[in-house]
């Protein structure tokens, strides 16, 4: 009897709980009209960015393109005259992207980042693949001020070895002096 | 004169009763949505309510599927009959005084054959499917129609002691002289309720399509506005049973002066059928044998200790 009082007392608190949800506001937005706030980190179309000194941060060392399980990602390196790597091309299908968010995990340079921004949508399946030009942003993204050539120890143009930020000048190992 | 206004009840009946029913769908949406804290449909027309005849339009653009394997006949008369037999329960509703398409002095009775030959529908629509998923929806609905029935004509039996008649009219007149039912007859109301749920299978009472175990149960294989007549039936249904606690219970048209009677008796009604879909959005499905064990081992021997204890009052006062 008393478990049958219980059970009975459960349902009309769980009718009055749902019926108190008359008062509270919705958690959906009439979306096309009123847009959701959305994280800054939200995971929503990549973009590559640039370095504080207008330079492509992608070293095109394809750690991205391991880490996408969808395997949506393809690039090619290549070389500048003085030794910098940067990427051929560059190219995201994001009709396989799922967002993830891995390949950002992954970029040793901060290059690859996602944007709070998902209204992609196409028409055309072709148009869903995005190239370089299309990736590229001209700003730094989420981590401004960072600059992969400057902290790590790789010569390029306008700055030599030892010149990098809380790098030591380099020693001349075969040197005795001391 | 008298005969035109006869006709204007019918026509005012059944087309009130189909409007209701259509705006009903959108309805139950729009409520669930606010229940689950989302805004529910509230694109087409005046806070979506077009969506009843969007919806009206797309079951009947459908494509109409006879599946092969199907007893063609019963496949096509089943849901057919669930909406004749609810609108055949209207009937005996009286929505104010004088406004009743006909008042019976079995109304009662009639009623709840009306609402026991829907089980047909839904059986039949099982069998006919020749589908296991729809077999097993079809058995589930048979069992729990003829069970639920007992007692809810049970529980009625108070009030026709009470009030020593069947009609709905009278009832509702005994209750203007004396009382509202659903204070001397509480328990009889609750299980009159729950009872009600369970014969117009609505949640938390709707294994005949439980949608988790069953695809969609009964009507699995039917498609366009044969199903829509399905979900008309079962909406006609939920409105029936509302107007009848409203009607039984809570003194159908009756209230204060300051409204007419047929506004008490829809105010009433639709109080009733925000109720069913509260209990939608709130209450799980229970198990299956929870389900038959709850009402033959308790809701049964309650109705008849009610009805016995009816009984003795009367006879002791």
Redesign the interface.
Known sequence: MGM?LKAIWS?LV??Y???L??F???????YPEEMPYLAPRYRGRIVLTRDPGGEERCVACNLCAVACPVDCIALQKTEDEHGRWYADFFRINFSRCVMCGLCEEACPTYAIQLTPDFEMCEYDRQNMVYEKEHLLISGQGKYPGYSFYHVAGKAIKDKDKGESLNEATPIDVRSLLP | MAELVIYLVIFGTLFGSFAGAALLVWFERRLL???????GP?RVGLFGAGLAIADIIKLFAKEDWIPPFADRFVFVFAPTAIVMAMLLGFAVVPFAPDIHVADLNIGLLFFLGMTSLAVYSVLLGGLASNNKYALLGGLRSAAQMVSYEVFMGLSLMGVVMQAGTFSLVDIVLWQADNIWFFIPQFIGFLIFLIAGIAESHRLPFDLPEAEHELVAGFHTEYSGMKFGMFMLGEYLGVILISSMIATIFFGGWLGPDFLPPIFWFFLKSFAFICFFI??R???PRPRYDQLMSFGWK?LLPLTLINLLATGAILLWA
């Not at chain 1, 509270?24 to 009439?30: A, E, G, I, N, R």
């Open positions: 049958i349902q769980t009718l709980r749902v019926l949800h008359t509270t506001p919705t958690d959906t937005v009439s | 949505g606010l229940w689950q804290d989302r805004l509230n509260l209990l959005a709130a209450i308790y």
